[in-house]
């Protein structure tokens, strides 16, 4: 998938864009309830630890978060403690997240696609696979289709 574009579709809970890009906002907000928007940096998640530390922060993660890649999921897939019906986390410079270890990148990902994932519906009749937590990942124009790639070969690893 080598396009140029600005914001590339991967799952409806999965969404890469470049600085200035957008997502069509139907793709994003639900028609109706509230929406929780969490703004975080790759920049500033290196390495995991910082990783747990600024999801910790932004996200209000509860104070039994254990630090650890299972306890991360689990928390995405909960976020109940955030009293919105909707939440989308946008991570900007995502190319930059975990620049440092590239299992923990994988692992990274790879739980923000699965908890994405635990939060869509199918909605009937229509077929219409909608979400409650959305991911958008801002990296510069020249990772956006490499991270893009990525999240799909991922994808298919873990379907293939």
């Known amino acids: 998938m080598k396009q140029e574009t600005s914001a590339i579709r991967i799952a ?10 957008s997502v069509p906002l139907d793709q994003l907000l639900p028609g109706s309830g509230s929406v929780y928007v969490a703004r975080l940096s790759g920049q500033e998640m290196p390495d995991e630890v910082s990783a747990f ?12 978060f254990g630090w650890n890649w299972n306890a991360f999921y689990d928390c ?7 009293s919105a019906d909707h939440r989308i986390l946008v991570i900007e410079s995502a190319e930059r ?9 994988t ?11 635990r939060w869509s519906y199918t909605k009937r009749p229509e077929g219409v696979t909608l979400t ?21 070969a991922w994808q298919e690893q873990r379907h293939g």
């Open 97 to 105: 997240a975990l620049s440092e270890d590239d299992a923990a990148r």
């Open 53 to 64: 530390q600024h999801f910790s922060e932004v996200l209000k993660f509860p104070d039994y």
């Open 12 to 21: 409806p809970w999965m969404h890469v864009i470049t600085p200035g890009g």
């Open 76 to 82: 995405l897939r909960d976020l109940d403690w955030l």
């Open 132 to 152: 409650k937590l959305s991911v958008v990942l801002s990296c510069d124009k020249d990772s956006v289709s490499t991270l893009a790639d990525q999240l799909e």
């Open 107 to 117: 692992t990274f990902f790879g739980c923000l696609w699965r908890a994405g994932q």
